[in-house]
């Protein structure tokens, strides 16, 4: 599967913040974007996989936060799959405004059925060993 | 059923937009709380309604508005039931700091099954001719 | 100056409610998106104005909810210009999914200055007589 | 200076995603708004701090969720201060319905200018040595 991912991103005026900075909280809907994006350019599908009962739940969530955003930035998120085991995954970003770097983010996943209860991670969303 | 209803709110930062005012969006967000208590108060639950299938999607909404609201602000909004018709329910809100009013909305509501079907609006929740 | 325009928008997870939809609160986040890059398309620039201590406030938003927009839905706004005056600018909008039409949408805004106080439209924004 | 604090927050229609869980993101929004409280609890108010040309800005933030809190529950968030730095305050944060813990998190702030500068942690706002 691909493991590795990146989409462009402008920062939204309702996301901004009385420093006129993008508001700490959506780096982490940033990174959801990120994976959704990751996921369809492998093939996948989340609202397919929602549909089919399987759900997608946050257990860990980090963002170290170097220099801050701004209203109308214009951004690049690169996504990697940087682990998986049989019930985890975990995701890297980084968050760019040219060739800088303003963020950088860890989001551990799990999965689980519609009674929430936790599932083993689809084979074919496992990093594969070289 | 009680018809109007009043509950108090303090600006979140998260929703202060660069100008600091809260963003004209969560003026849409305030009033669903708004409807959402006055139901309770009611003895109604939303959430128990959407658990036995009946949704509740708005068709129509509106928002005028006289005075910013600013991040940190403690504010008071009324909500009242206006017009219900077999198949809308028509609310009202009226958005106060002290007592300067800063916007006054408009929210009309219709009852849909979990097809989307839209639904007669249950007997209890239509207003009562006096 | 340009007074239509179009953009695409994905549905984000984080915009989706219980029922799997697009929040009605968002329809008018995509709105500011959709006069935002019209302003751009047209060689204008909100962040700029801002700079400048030009600021744009909205006094009036309606949305008419015609069919939901559902998570991960692929849309399109439409946002057009449809009357100015000397302090007022108002814009109609149109939200589709494919063909379909999902909302109609009403935003009026004013320019005030850093003080709030009202100010005239910028010559360079108002409609022009044909 | 208080070093602890709790609040109480109703999860709101809008902050519940497709699953009806309360978005991931949204704790962040608590954990802010738990800060705020706890400084307004000490004597201390984050708007004046910002009228006066202090930021606070967040240099790393991690949420571990243990259990999902769904739309409409009561929460019970607790905020501490736990570590302070010439340059940095840490916060510590654990949210409740009822007796059960559903997130556990963590928040270090910085203070800066108007300009970016970092600036040292006010006095005040260091934890004292006992």
């Known amino acids: 599967m691909l ?3 990146e989409i462009e991103i402008r920062v939204r005026y309702q996301e901004s913040d ?30 397919q996989m929602e549909a089919e009962g399987q759900r997608v739940v946050v257990v860990d969530a980090e963002c170290r936060y170097h220099r801050p955003a701004r209203y109308d930035d214009w951004l690049r998120l690169r996504t990697a799959i ?11 970003y980084e968050l760019f405004r040219g060739e800088e770097k303003l963020a950088t ?26």
């Not at 989001?107 to 496992?126: R, Y």
């Open 18 to 47: 009385p420093m006129g900075f993008l508001h700490h909280t959506c780096y982490f809907i940033y990174f959801e974007m990120g994976r959704t994006e990751l996921l369809r350019a492998a093939g996948g599908n989340y609202r």
């Open 105 to 130: 983010g860890r989001v551990v996943l799990a999965v689980v059925n519609a009674a929430g209860k936790v599932q083993p991670v689809p084979e074919w969303m496992q990093l594969q060993e070289k």
């Open 3 to 5: 493991t590795e991912h």
């Open 82 to 92: 940087v682990r998986t085991t049989p019930a985890k995954i975990e995701h890297r």
